[in-house]
């Protein structure tokens, strides 16, 4: 025979590449730089039809049992494998030639007969495993590789078993040795197909090229089989499904095999059967990547619990079995499994419930009528005599598999696993563990499966403090947020388990939707290559993932839009942080509902930069009022700008042109007057306020604008140019202010009544008030324990750096409440 050795010492390794490996011209071209890469001393590749190919096969067998044309799909067929051909290696091989003409006759007899017997199917299903290995051999010897097509039908004999093909291993061993034993060190060998007793072909059943990978590495004793497709390993959920599963780097066969079975199509429950048996090692591996190392599955080394997987079968239908009459009739287990083998029906989860009052066997779908049959019939005198009330079938089940070694050894894991899918909201039908104690089995609605895989997944893999998140609105202070971020979520996710995902950012046209996440420092890029039209609810729903623990939106548009959406987020259980004050200041109605949507779902409402940026402002009123204290009165200076322009005013220059400079220099609203007229104050009083539980209106306080009232309309040149003819009048306020040994200073006032004013006042130049700087913020509260000498906040009160940072220790206090140490 062919093989040299066994084990480690065999000079065997085995390639096996699927239909995801060989999609192209190009791919193939990947897979033979790999194969000339190879430092095995003997290698056999083992490759799939393209990827779609036996699908297109299959799907013009059934056209021509359907007495349907097929020609136009098989010219289709024909061109596609002959372009590649063309582009690949520069020729149509004669053999591709008569194979097509042989398919179309085959194809023709078929829909004559309105039939295909198994051995056309056999045929015709194979073509594409031998095309593509006659193509790869064609490359690989245009390549200078002296690479062989060997042909399995020689000597892969397989029978038909109940459990599908079987192999015999003697007499394929023998084959083997008669045919292939000088066809040099590199081999080219088509999946899926093999050879029946009697020398018809047959085929391995679908996704069977892994299975012929593994019957020839025992067959040649290989060290090694890799399996090549397009994902960088076996990962912890279907990729397709769960965006944020992750590549498993070692598995035992058992786990792999329990995987498998439970519908992880990247590797097929045969191909383990032959490799464990000589403990083969397998490493499942990506072509498009091939530095990864990818997924070794072998024997069980390390004894560390970890749950591997979470897999899931559709197309189930469970069936129910009721009645008070079977508790304590012993063998009625046995008598169901008994009705349903006699019908061939393959049970893929039984449930017993501890009363005995209700058996549950789930089947697959198209066996669920024949199987309510059969137990109607073996449970006939039962029904009748209404020991057993029903046999009932609830279709479009799926199960949904937690799979890991020694998992029933591990408290808890259980509960993790069905308050997981509890708080998803899902309901689970049925449970069972697996007697090898290495799953965990819930029967769910087919339609909750993606949302219960994703649930299921971040309870055992993500941080449970896991926050995706969406940025709204990136002028000044969004760009200095995703800057912040940039530079501190790496320390946050290693030092406190803090994984803060960007997983949107809008601004009012157009926004960015990213999974897993927009890499903060790239976010102008991802701008210029994927931005789409804003849509806030598809990015509410985006970042309200279910596979993500927790989700945040931060509002840090000043619109109104906006802030009146604030109330549904929160009643979604999207927790909402804002720099944008225009929703908590709004009508107290509006007020109102946002915390009552917030308590109804149980999300957090965080505004501490609506007043004075980054200063702790908000949190500081907070916890005097929930400690017990009394507030007496709040005062303060709340507006950066006004600060600024007071600061620096002295009329030696007139106050209109400090304004345009201001304005010019950005330090204003876009249109100053939304400054001067006082109304920002005064929105930031009603905050507080609030915050102390005063019912208060913007209205219901006094405002002393300072934008005078014949200038209230027009543009904003106009309204500059207007405001000078005011100069002399605020210059005399000024001076009187200095006679008086007191300076100018806009302040709002509130007592604890409510009654408030917000205007321009004369204080003391020794007043704390009269000694900020620049943008100062400065906030007194009197209250009953500080009395005598109030409690003063005072810092830099404006500037996107500030309350971006405001913004930010919002997101951590988040963190903190959701459960992070930070
Ligand atoms: P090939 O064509 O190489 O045989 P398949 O499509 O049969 O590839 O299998 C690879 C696919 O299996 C992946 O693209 C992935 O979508 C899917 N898959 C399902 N479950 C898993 C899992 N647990 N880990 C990795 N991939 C999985
Ligand atoms: N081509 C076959 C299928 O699609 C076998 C395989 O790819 O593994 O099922
Ligand atoms: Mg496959």
Known sequence: MATGGNGASSPWVVYKFGGSSVASAGHYRAVGALIGASKAPRLAVVVSAMRGVT??????????????????????LEEHQYGVHRELIGTIPESLDRNFEDLHDLLHAVRLARFAGAPVRDLVSGMGELWSAGLLAAHLARQGREARFVDPREFMLVTRGEMGPEVDWSESARLLADHAADRGDCWVVPGYVAREPGGRMTTLGRNGSDFSAAIIGR?????EIEIWTDVDGVMSADPALVPDALVLDKLSYDEALELAYFGARVIHPKTLAPAIELQIPIRIRNTFHPDHPGTLIGERDDEEFRIKGITSIDGLALVN?????MIGVPGTARRVFGALQRGAISVVLISQASSEHSICVCVEAAAAGAAVEKLNEEFSSELASGKIQRILPTEEVSILAVVGDSMAGQPGIAARYFTALADAGINVRAIAQGSSERNISAVIDHEDVQRGLRAVHSAFYLSPQTVSVGILGTGHVGGALLDQLAGELDRLRTEAGVDIRVRAIARSREMVLADPSIAPADWRVAFE?????????????????DHLPHAVLIDLTASEEVALRHAGWLGQGLNVITANKKANAADYSVYREIRRAARAAGARYLYET????????????RDLRQTGDRIESIEGILSGTLAYLFNIFDASRPFSELVRDAWNEGYTEPDP?????GMDVARKLVILAREVGIKLDLGDLEVESLTPPDLTGGGVEDFLKGLAKHDETMAQRY???????QVLRFVGRMDRAGRGRIGLVEVPSDHVFAQIDLTDNVVRYTTARYDRNPLIVRGPGAGPAVTAAGVFADLLRLCSMLGARI
């Open 219 to 223: 067959l040649l004793g290989a060290r």
């Open 735 to 741: 001076r009187a202010a200095v006679e008086r040994g």
């Open 55 to 76: 699908d297109r096969l299959l799907g013009l067998l059934q056209q021509a049992e359907a007495g349907a044309a097929f020609d136009d799909g098989l010219k289709d």
């Open 673 to 677: 007057r939304d400054d001067l007229s």
């Open 610 to 621: 609506n007043v004075g940026a980054g200063l702790p402002v908000v949190q500081t009123l």
């Open 321 to 325: 079995i009721e009645g008070a009459g």
């Open 529 to 545: 290559q994927s931005a789409v039209a804003t849509d806030l609810d598809a990015l509410a729903a985006h970042v309200h993932a």
